[in-house]
T-cell receptor, first 116, second 113 residues
Framework: DQQVKQNSPSLSVQEGRISILNCDYT??????FLWYKKYPAEGPTFLIS?????DKNEDGRFTVFLNKSAKHLSLHIVPSQPGDSAVYFC???????????????FGEGTQLTVNP | KAGVTQTPRYLIKTRGQQVTLSCSPI?????VSWYQQTPGQGLQFLFE???????NKGNFPGRFSGRQFSNSRSEMNVSTLELGDSALYLC????????????FGSGTQLSVL
């Protein structure tokens, strides 16, 4: 049961344009969402996160939007740069309390290619 | 500050063997998590350790086990390897809070022949 889904395995955009990566989730208990970026031969690196009490969080060129009613989040990158070419994973976690530890549920990833 | 270090980077094993992977978290981080990445499957949570105790566990068979030492270093063991265990195994650490962002190592690429 894939609780977090990224339906687009790949996305190609031109440099300077907007990149929009999408993610859907099914578990209504998820209340914290993150995006990670992964380059080949490296581990994922944290990009941006959002709590379910917000519907938008912005950090420089990166903005994450959360639509709780649709159980959908998206990552916008504006403007896109060739160095943004990587695999992007969305991840989600549910409130379980500190004694239960951390556990992220990841999507399958979307390969973003930004063409010069 | 040094990042999360995983050793070895690559491993080739045959079916039926067992393997141990190692992870050294960022200095001061007490939580270590393990994830399996396979093509098209994203990252699947294996388990998380905090202060030498397994605090959370994913849906993997008992052949997958782990432990954490007093210096927060962690090891993951897979016994009786199967072809389907071929994957990138990623370790991640965080300081203490279970809602903090995770810092990942570069992973160990395991190939089972």
């Amino acid at each position: 049961d894939q609780q977090v889904k990224q339906n687009s395995p790949s996305l190609s955009v031109q440099e300077g344009r907007i990149s929009i990566l999408n993610c859907d989730y099914t578990n209504s208990m998820f209340d914290y969402f993150l995006w990670y970026k992964k380059y080949p031969a490296e581990g994922p690196t944290f990009l941006i996160s959002i709590s379910s009490i917000k519907d938008k969080n912005e950090d420089g060129r990166f903005t994450v939007f959360l639509n709780k009613s649709a159980k959908h989040l998206s990552l916008h990158i504006v403007p896109s740069q060739p160095g943004d070419s990587a695999v992007y994973f969305c991840a989600a976690s549910a409130e379980t309390g500190e004694t239960s530890g951390s556990r992220l549920t990841f999507g399958e990833g979307t390969q973003l290619t930004v063409n010069p | 500050k040094a990042g999360v270090t995983q050793t070895p980077r690559y491993l080739i094993k045959t079916r039926g063997q067992q393997v141990t992977l190692s992870c050294s978290p960022i200095s001061g981080h007490r939580s270590v998590s393990w994830y399996q990445q396979t093509p098209g499957q994203g990252l699947q949570f294996l388990f998380e350790y905090f202060s030498e105790t397994q605090r959370n566990k994913g849906n993997f068979p008992g052949r997958f086990s782990g432990r954490q030492f007093s210096n927060s270093r962690s090891e993951m063991n897979v016994s009786t390897l199967e072809l389907g265990d071929s994957a990138l195994y990623l370790c991640a650490s965080s300081w203490i809070s279970w809602r903090e962002k995770l810092f990942f190592g570069s992973g160990t690429q395991l190939s089972v022949l």
